[in-house]
């Protein structure tokens, strides 16, 4: 497997040396395949957000180092804005940061920071507004006028446009109903595969993980709990509730019905999978 | 990161400062600012650092939290340091004398009172008020202390609401403020290099983001005050009634006691004959 970026034995401490103090990040390391969808889940304060600040660089590791291609991204500190446009960070409510005048221009915001010519930068608005779902008459409006879904969108736009080798979404699908949870899931898949880039999704929704990542990274109290792909985990339910997670709906129904006595097999962690499984099982039966 | 800031930041603890009554620490912060600006001479200043230093023994806040409350001043005090010294002009002789500049002692111990001056103020204050005394507290406190002013018809307990939810807002404040230029960085922003009109530009992506939040945050707030039927002090009774009790009494007199020592030090002229060298530098005058 080809690793596109790599923490080795990372630590973060808050606050060091006050009261405040507070280790969110012990001892991790973890590694983010090329050009796949890795899913990084853990309960809240298990140092999911700390992880994905440090992966382009706005926190500084405690301890450790976080190797992009191979190279320490803090080995020239004054070239760290480089980092930033190769690993694109998508916080979480990222809608907050919107601020031009017009959704293109603030789409532009990053294109523009990193120097590149006008037509390029129209080219990129263009084809990131796209792979998020915004259309050409929206780009002319302020986004404060937007919905708030829409905004999510513009501000997702903003990350893709700057080209990342690496896109990191924090929660991108937090607070949507469940088409616009698709619409940008979704768009997301298209992208990684089109372009052959690599994303690490942050989410609470194990029904997400299961359809949109190919792997998965469990977080617990600071460390890395279990790493694999979505099968692996998946299948391991009772591991995942022992640190306060639950595998997808799906899954706990498939489980079930194993344990009566109906032996299921395949991807029994989406809702087609497992279909999939009842049907070869009840064929197989006929049988 | 802006986080580290603790100038105003109240730390939770169970000690005895902790536990003053909130308008005692009002009335002790006034006395001491008073005392402070009194001070003139060596023995005033060292009476109050002296009270400084037990505050903050006894309030058991490490002594590297205090320090760097005051790292964000030292330019400032270095500044007004160095100009108390070029610019005060002594009696005696000057102690370097060098083209346009001739420094005297006056300076030399003008510039070293100027700094400790600004130094103990913000020490002895943060100890009394932000680090041992949470916001709510200090509201209630100045409520009660101005509650007089209720005849003359002064809305205090609103002015009171004001300012604790401007003290309550400013750590959201910093981390939003935080949160955003996070954001703004990781799409390439830069905020610290360029000349004054390219770093000041570069604040507007962070200016307009925290604004349209701030407004919207007070809009909530205000909805979220009403659905609760908030109406002001009318009929309004309090969790935590403010009592004085006895450690109130000791330490008001103590500090009572420094501040009158002071300003007796400072206003009194001295009658007696300079005794000598001990005499000289404990009441140097300036």
């Known amino acids: ?287 | 990161m802006i986080s580290d800031i603790t100038l105003g930041q109240f730390f939770p603890g169970y000690s005895p400062l902790h536990k003053l009554d909130p308008r005692t620490k009002i009335i002790l912060a006034v006395l001491s600012i008073v005392a402070i600006f009194f001070a003139n001479n060596a023995v005033s200043f060292a009476l109050l650092t002296l009270a400084a230093v037990v505050m903050i023994a006894i309030s058991r806040i490490s002594f590297k939290v205090i320090l760097r409350g005051i790292r964000p001043i030292i330019i400032i005090l270095l500044f007004t340091a160095v100009l108390n010294i070029l610019m005060t002009d002594g009696k005696g002789t000057p102690l370097v004398e060098f083209w346009i500049i001739s420094i005297y002692t006056e300076g030399i111990v003008r510039a070293v009172f100027m700094a400790l001056r600004v130094v103990l103020l913000i020490v002895i204050t943060s100890m009394l008020l932000t680090y041992t005394t949470s916001p709510i507290s200090l509201t209630d406190g100045l409520e009660s202390l101005l509650s007089p002013l209720k005849v003359i018809r002064v809305p205090v307990h609103t002015f009171a609401m004001m300012m604790s939810i401007a003290l309550r807002f400013i750590p959201t404040l910093i981390e939003e403020t935080e949160k955003i230029m996070n954001a703004q960085k990781s799409r390439g922003a830069d905020f610290s290099s360029g000349g004054l009109i390219k770093r000041a530009k570069a604040l507007i992506p962070i200016l307009i983001p925290l604004i349209v939040s701030s407004f919207k945050r007070a809009e909530e707030l205000a909805t979220a005050m009403e659905c609760r039927c908030y109406r002001g002090d009318k009929n309004r009774t309090k969790l935590v009634k403010l009592q004085f009790k006895g450690r109130d009494i000791v330490w008001f007199l103590a500090i009572a006691a420094i501040t009158a020592g002071i300003i007796l030090l400072s206003i009194l002229p001295y009658k007696f004959v300079s005794p000598g060298i001990i005499y000289d530098i404990a009441f140097f005058k300036i």
């Not at chain 1, 050409?136 to 905004?151: A, R, Y």
């Not at chain 1, 896109?167 to 768009?187: C, F, H, N, Q, S």
Request: glycine share 12%; net charge neutral.
């Open chain 1, 1 to 287: 497997m080809s690793e596109i970026l790599k923490l080795e034995n990372v630590s973060y401490v808050y606050s060091k040396g006050t009261p405040f103090e507070k280790v969110a990040l012990n001892n991790v390391s973890v590694a983010f395949e090329r050009g796949k969808i890795t899913g990084l889940i853990g309960h809240t304060g298990s140092g999911k957000s700390t992880l994905v600040n440090l992966l382009n660089g706005l926190y500084k590791p405690t301890e450790g180092r976080v190797l992009l291609d191979g190279e320490d991204i803090w080995a020239k500190p004054k070239e760290i804005a480089k980092v930033r446009y190769r690993v694109g960070l998508v916080m979480q409510y990222p809608e907050y940061q919107l601020f031009d005048e017009t959704v293109r221009s603030d789409i532009g915001f990053g294109p523009r920071n990193r120097g590149l010519s006008r037509e390029e930068i129209d080219v990129r608005i263009k084809e990131a507004a796209r792979f998020v779902g915004i259309t050409d008459e929206m780009l002319d409006k302020s986004p404060f006028d937007l919905s708030g879904g829409q905004k999510r969108r513009v501000a997702i736009a903003g990350i893709v446009a700057m080209g990342p080798d690496v896109l990191v979404l924090d929660e991108p699908a937090a607070g949507l109903d469940p088409k616009g949870r698709r619409e940008i899931l979704g768009g997301l898949r298209r992208y990684v595969e089109e372009k052959n880039i690599t994303i690490i999704l942050v989410s609470h929704s194990m029904e997400d993980m299961a359809l949109y990542c190919d792997n998965v990274v469990v977080m617990n109290r600071a460390e890395v709990f279990r790493t694999g792909t979505v099968r692996e985990i998946f299948s391991e339910s009772g591991v995942l509730a022992s640190v306060g997670l639950d595998v997808p709906g799906i899954s706990g129904i498939a489980a079930e019905l194993i344990s009566r006595g109906i032996p299921l097999e395949g991807e029994l962690y989406t809702v087609e999978g497992v279909k999939d499984a009842i049907l070869r099982y009840i064929r197989g039966g006929a049988r």
